[in-house]
């Protein structure tokens, strides 16, 4: 006849073991990792949180390129329009210093059509990625540019919305192909002087598709320009500088906030970051002693479960 015995003692120490072994793994595991939450079984709530964080932390790194890249077209037009304002200034005391008796009108004109060449240059070379906002190429309008400037999240499901920095090409383009008018140095400026004398003229000649009014004249002088020339010409260049220094302001503001979207981002991130940390990542310190406890915890059960095993041993002997 057999018999089988079943000894309680060691099954319950044998369960413990089991526990502690489990609990022992956990804890080396998530020390390892740095990780308390990896998975939605260890905590839903902050799982899904943290997991939603880390999207929109994704999209902020994009968003700080794409704010890298509108830092440099901000940058390049700001610098492009302040070098013209100060060459358009040049022109314009060029224009005063003709006004003296005895000046030489032929070799002021030429050191002015000198100062528009480099204003050509500076307008052409105003570009970046492809686009440039100091010029309207023939067959196309000033338009507006949308640069990224954020990205926040909106409503319970973690939506992302993402906010626009916008800026109209029309407050900063200074030459025109296709439209004279479009261009604050291509554009026609018409009046009279306070002496009395009418003038329309504007500074640069675009060949534009859409030209200015025939009556309106280029800015150049020669031996025969008379003072009432002059003076209608210096008056439409200070339209002309008032023009410009209200767009390098507008280009200015507009940088502004791009560079500041640039400082905050990188703040943000961090922030963000932070908060994920206290979700979901460990403190090793507490699991360091939480491991040490554990691993005693089990060599104490193993222990136990000998013990357990050895006393049904030694029972069995003594019913033998």
């Known amino acids: 006849m057999t018999s089988v015995s079943f000894n309680s003692t060691s099954a319950s120490a044998l369960a413990m073991l089991n ?4 609990a022992l793994e956990r804890t080396q595991r998530q020390a390892a990792n740095g990780r308390e939450v990896e998975q939605a079984a260890d905590n839903a709530a902050y799982w899904s949180i943290a997991t939603t964080m880390k999207s929109s932390s994704l999209s902020m790194s994009s968003v700080e390129d794409a704010n890298g890249l509108a830092a440099a077209l901000t940058d390049t037009a700001a610098v492009g329009i ?16 003709a006004t003296a008796v005895g000046s030489n009108k032929q070799a002021i004109n030429s050191e002015i059509s000198q100062l528009k060449d480099q204003l050509n240059t500076v307008v052409e070379s105003s570009a970046f990625n492809g686009q440039n906002w100091l010029k309207v190429e023939a067959g196309s309008q000033p338009k507006v540019s949308s640069m990224v400037a954020s990205v926040t999240g909106t409503g319970g499901e973690g939506d992302l919305s993402i906010n626009m920095i916008d800026f109209d090409t029309a407050k900063s383009t200074l030459v ?8 604050t140095l291509t ?7 306070r002496s009395g004398a009418l003038y329309a003229y504007h500074l640069m000649a675009a060949n534009s598709v859409v030209p200015n009014a025939p009556t309106s004249k280029e800015i150049r002088i020669d031996s025969q320009t008379s003072y009432g020339e002059l003076d209608g010409m210096i008056s439409a260049l200070n ?8 767009s390098g302001a507008e280009v200015g503001a507009t940088r502004n906030r791009v560079s500041a ?7 943000l991130q961090d922030v963000t970051q932070t908060g ?3 979700l979901v990542d460990a403190d090793l310190n507490e699991q360091s002693v939480l491991q040490a406890a554990q691993l005693a915890a089990q060599q104490l059960q193993a222990t136990s479960l000998n013990i357990a095993n050895n006393s049904m041993a030694n029972s069995l002997k003594l019913f033998l």
Request: hydrophobic content about 35%; charged content about 20%.
């Open 261 to 267: 979207n640039m400082d905050f981002m990188p703040d």
């Open 82 to 97: 302040s070098e013209a304002t100060s060459l358009v200034a040049q022109i314009q005391s060029k224009l005063v210093l």
């Open 239 to 246: 339209r002309v500088m008032a023009d410009m220094v209200s």
């Open 187 to 193: 554009r026609s400026y018409s009046g009279m002087t």
């Open 176 to 183: 025109s192909g296709e439209n004279a008018s479009d261009g």
């Open 19 to 22: 526990g502690s072994t489990s």
């Open 276 to 278: 994920i940390g206290r």
